[in-house]
């Protein structure tokens, strides 16, 4: 099976599987061993929307494997929170593209190991997120009490969600 079928889908749009119509990277800002990651997945994204090479010579040129090759299409092809598609951007080595959002539905979501849980409780109290990075980072300056050691800064969240009555 063609791995040439994710770029041959009728939904997508002109501007998806145009690279010519990415948005570019600043390749200055990348340091150097991100910057070699990168430019060797811009290579082989660009082979494979050219169809230059089969996916197994883009493996010897650039060393990107052919499943790798397809997430980092994939990746590039998707539609950032702005309509663009994501592009050369998605190539940068350790990029998020979306958010982590915890999903109490989803089927593949485990009750005993609590992931994302916190993340969620400091969105729901963000007076609790701004304490600690208040007294962790030294934000903001809201208390007067310098940088705090973590031990002192997790009885200061305690207490916070005892103030909430969230136990």
Known sequence: MSRMKIIENDELLPDQINPDLWPTVDEMTLNS????TYQNRRTAVMMYFKREETQEKIHKITGVSPRNLYRLVSRCIEI??????????AL???KTLKNYALN????????????????LLLEMYPE?????????LGRNRKTLEPAMKPR???KKFVDACKEKKFH
């Not at 950032?80 to 951007?89: L, Q, S």
């Not at 109490?104 to 993340?119: A, L, M, W």
């Open 128 to 136: 609790i997120k701004d304490l600690i990075d208040d007294l962790y």
């Open 33 to 36: 061993n991100d910057l070699i």
């Open 104 to 119: 109490v539905i989803d089927k593949k979501y485990n009750p005993s190991r609590h992931t994302g849980e916190f993340k």
């Open 152 to 154: 002192n800064i997790h």
């Open 92 to 94: 940068i080595p350790c």
């Open 80 to 89: 950032d929170e702005n309509g663009v598609p994501w592009g050369f951007r």
